[in-house]
Structures are given as C-alpha cells and as structure tokens.
C-alpha cells in the first residue's frame, strides 16, 4: 500500500517518511482516528515505506520484492493482529492467524473498513468479537524470532480496543521489543484502550480527510457528477468508507427529498407527512434510509454551525445555503440540538432493522411539535 494510495493526509505522510529519513522510528505507535479516516492504510503503508529496497522521497518504491508481497498482505515480516469471533469448540483455541485469509481479502478490498465490514466477512453468530489471550501469546512467540528478509518485523494491532485485561500480557514486550521489531496500533477510540498500552505509545493522531479531499477523489476515481460528490463528501463527514459506498449506490441526491420533507414537518401537515412517509422514506431500503438520514443530521449539524455563527465552518450547496439561511432565522440552537438527537436515534434503529413506516412516522411527528413547540422558538431580538 503506497502513501500517494491514500486519501489527503499530506502533513502526517510527511511526518511518519521523515521519522523513517531521520532514523527516528519509535518502536511503538498508536495511529488514532475516527473510522474511515484511513488510519489503517496509513499503518500499513507506513510498514511498507520502512522496508521498502528502494525507498523515494516521498512514498515506496512499489516495485521492489518486499513492496510486492507488501501489496499482497504477504510478506512474512509483516504481521497483523485484530478482533475475531472465537469458536467454542474445543481443541486448541482460536488466534487471528486462524482468519488470515478473510482478513487480507478485506483489507485489500476496503482498506479504510471499520468493524462492520470486518464483521460481514466472519460468521458472527451471537459472539462477541475480542483479541483473546491467546492471541496475546501468539503474538510473544511471532515476534520473538528473527525476522525472514526485512529490517524491521512489524505487527499492525487493528482496534486494540478489543484487547482487554489480556492486553497486559504484552507490557513487557512492547516497553522492550527484541531489535527492529515495531509495534503499530491503529485505534477508533483511546478511551477504550488499556492505559498501560497507551502509556508505551507514541501518539499519532489522524485527522479525517477533508470535505474537500473526497470530493476530488470521488470524482476522479468515480466519474460522478460535481454536486453529487459534492453531497456525498458532505454525508460521509470524514469517513472514506461511506462515501465509496454511498458514490457506488449511485443513489439521486437527498437535498429535494429534505427540503419537502422538513416543509411538512414545519407546518404540521399531517397528509404530506404522511405521504412522505409511506411513499418515499419507508419504500426506500435500509441502506438509501440510512444514507438519507445521515444526509438530514449533517444538514442539522451544518445548520446548528450557521445558527451559532460559525459559517468558516459551514459546506452546503447553493440551494442548501438559501434553505439554511430562511431555517436558522425562524428556529433556536435548541431546536436544532433536539432534531440532531433524533435524527441520531432514527439512524440507530434503521441499522438494527426498525420498521420504517413506524420510525419514520414517529420521527416526522417529533419533528412537527419540535418546529411549532412555542416556548423555544427564537425570539426577535436573538436573529
């Protein structure tokens, strides 16, 4: 995996290839960023750029031996370790060398995957997923031997989150690795790792790519229209994962659909929401719901920015500033808030299958006594 691969980032790119010129790679770093934000592949590229035969200046040769089985997940210095689904069968217990297959194909299909799409290429069942203790040895006894071909024997911990208690197992060896061993953790949230783990880490923090930077991409690597990337850059709010997914629904924009939908809500119209339930939201399918949703709560999100005056912030369409300019003048940061928190509840029960008729009607009539509930409308001197 190759650094120019890789969605903007330009400034810790930069960061991590200088750590490598300078010969200041620390041996144990946690790369924490949001899910989709690409902090997976830039482990992983990472990795590759310390080995590489024939480095560049500014990314991997590509082409050398150890950049090809690098691009195949395969290089036996390479080493990866990450939630899995342990079986209960008896017999020698589960590691994640166990899932290696299933886990190289999904790198290498989805690099900036999170936890859901992992968990789609595992059979779940009712298990919960976790990095065992078992896997906390396996890990002591891979790293303990010399390393095949490369300078550095790598392990990339994918969410060390999951790795609880059993975590502890690998104080002693992360403070005191063997010679050019490098620990590479990549994190969702630190809150959830163990403080001791953090305590040993070098901390990098990844930032989401910009509006802007997936926008380009989208249409350079997709073909799709401006405005469309446009919205889908604005949706997916950072994450990289769903606005390739959202650009190959190739789904119509959301903006028509929001603004009618708001209309009715606004003005309590009972038979246009209703309409606008049963005709357009609870017939559309879970995953255009679930983008349609996340549409409406980053419009909220834009909105509750412009209503507080914080417009260096704000990314909408023309026809969504003119609808946004009208809105914030007639309702309170109040409102907003509580729509937000709906709008969040609703995208939370369409994953987990809620009846959409049922939600989305429930969700509309909230909205409606929101809108014309009169003890936190905005008052004229606060416009």
């Not at 990549?186 to 930032?207: A, F």
């Not at 119209?269 to 049963?278: N, Q, T, W």
């Not at 808030?337 to 709906?342: G, Q």
Request: net charge negative.
């Amino acid at each position: 995996m190759l650094f120019k691969d890789i969605i903007g980032q330009d400034q810790i790119k930069a960061q991590l290839i200088r750590t490598v010129n300078d010969g200041r790679v620390s041996h144990a770093q946690l790369f924490l960023g949001d899910a989709g934000s690409g902090a997976l592949p830039l482990a992983v590229a990472y990795a590759q750029y310390i080995n590489c035969e024939n480095r560049l200046p500014d990314d991997s040769c590509g082409t050398c031996p150890s950049c090809r089985k690098y691009d195949k997940l395969v290089h036996p210095d390479l080493h990866f370790s990450y939630p899995f689904f342990a079986s209960t069968n008896k017999g020698e217990p589960n590691t994640s060398i166990m899932f290696i297959e299933q886990w190289r194909n999904a790198l290498l299909s989805q690099p900036y995957m999170d936890m859901d799409y992992w968990r789609e290429h595992l059979v779940a069942e009712n298990k919960q997923a976790n990095i065992n203790i078992a896997e906390a040895h396996r890990i002591i006894k891979a790293l303990s031997l010399k390393a095949f071909e490369a300078h550095y024997k790598v392990l990339i911990i994918w969410l060390p989150e999951y790795l609880e208690v059993q975590g502890n197992a690998l104080l002693k060896l992360i403070e005191e690795p063997p010679a050019n061993t490098l620990f590479l953790l990549v994190s969702e949230n630190q809150d959830k790792i163990l403080n001791t783990i953090i305590s040993r880490t070098q901390l990098v923090k990844i930032k989401p790519p910009s509006h802007e930077e997936i926008r380009q991409h989208l249409e350079t690597t997709t073909g799709i229209d401006p405005d469309r990337a446009s919205e889908i850059a604005f949706i997916a709010n950072g994450n990289v994962k769903l606005a390739l997914e959202l650009a190959a629904d190739g789904g119509a924009g959301h903006f028509d659909l929001f603004l009618t939908w708001m209309r009715a809500c606004a003005t309590d119209s009972g038979l246009d929401i209703l309409r606008i339930c049963e005709e357009e939201l609870s017939g559309a399918g879970r995953e255009n719901q679930k983008s349609f949703l996340l549409y409406a709560l980053n419009m909220m999100r834009q909105l509750l920015l412009l209503r507080l005056g914080m417009t260096n912030l704000v990314h909408l369409q023309q026809a969504e500033q003119d609808f946004a300019g009208k809105f914030v003048t007639r309702y309170t940061s109040e409102q907003i808030t509580a729509s937000i928190a709906l709008f969040e509840d609703a995208h939370y029960h369409v994953e987990r299958n809620a009846n959409p008729k049922i939600l989305f009607l429930d969700l509309s009539l909230q909205l409606a006594l929101i809108f014309k509930y009169a003890t936190i409308r905005p008052k004229a001197d606060t416009i």
